[in-house]
């Protein structure tokens, strides 16, 4: 084993930001070019990224679901960092995450949701599983903090009324949307998924991992 890799095993929940990314409809694609190139003599390799701020795995800020609400420069960084539970829902049906399709969750700050079997990595899958609004709210009462899905969004695709970002907002949780959590078991993990502080941000890009815990 390499001298620097930690004991503690760590999943990297993240999707890979490249050309054909797979996007919510209509918004901007990613795209990379490199801007200063080594091979035309330049002393480095410099890129440039165009994306949108909810391509791939990110963190929504308030601001995102609530005109006046805080940017992701704003928000605090604890609930993106700390001891989270994953929560197997791939068998769920009927296209939301119901309080009655929760195991007992225990004592849990941050609750991930693997909804898919397997990433749709190439494709966008617009029937991907949300979460009811009720829900949110349950867990909110149950003291979660944070609230991640593998899905791209916490609603519906077709949603209007965003009655779960309304849900998140009303109990000032936080949002983790686009992980990869598949072979992740279900349990429960250290979190780290710190989003970009960007200003004026509704989104933050994150290179998210699940680490396990240190031995109890
Ligand atoms: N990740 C986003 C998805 C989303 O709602 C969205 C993303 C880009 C453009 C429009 C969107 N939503 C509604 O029109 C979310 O926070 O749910
Ligand atoms: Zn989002
Ligand atoms: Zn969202």
Request: include cysteine; hydrophobic fraction near 40%.
């Amino acid at each position: 084993m390499s001298s620097w890799r930690s004991q503690r095993r760590i999943w990297d929940i993240s999707q890979t930001l490249r050309p054909g990314l797979p996007v919510w409809p209509g918004d901007t694609a990613f795209a990379f070019e490199r801007t200063w190139k080594m091979e035309d003599g330049s002393p480095v390799n410099v890129g440039r990224m165009t994306m949108s701020t909810h391509s791939g795995t990110h963190g929504d800020a308030p601001l995102h679901y609530s005109e006046t609400a805080p940017d992701i420069a704003s928000v605090e960084l604890d609930p993106y960092i700390g001891e989270c539970l994953v929560v197997d829902a791939t068998g769920v049906s009927g296209g939301s995450i119901s309080v009655g399709d929760l195991p007992h969750l225990g004592s849990a700050d941050r609750v991930l949701f693997r909804t898919f079997e397997t990433f749709p990595h190439a494709q966008w899958d617009s029937g991907f599983t949300a979460i009811d609004a009720e829900t949110i709210k349950w867990l909110a009462l149950q003291g979660v903090k944070l609230v991640g899905t593998d899905a791209p969004s916490v609603d519906p695709q077709e949603s209007k009324t965003m009655d779960a970002h309304k849900a998140v907002l009303e109990h000032d949780m936080r949002i983790l949307e686009g992980l990869v959590l598949d072979g992740v078991p279900e349990g429960r993990y250290e979190l780290i998924a710190l989003p970009l502080k960007i200003a004026g941000g509704d989104a933050g890009l994150c290179r998210a991992i699940l680490r396990e815990l240190p031995d109890a």
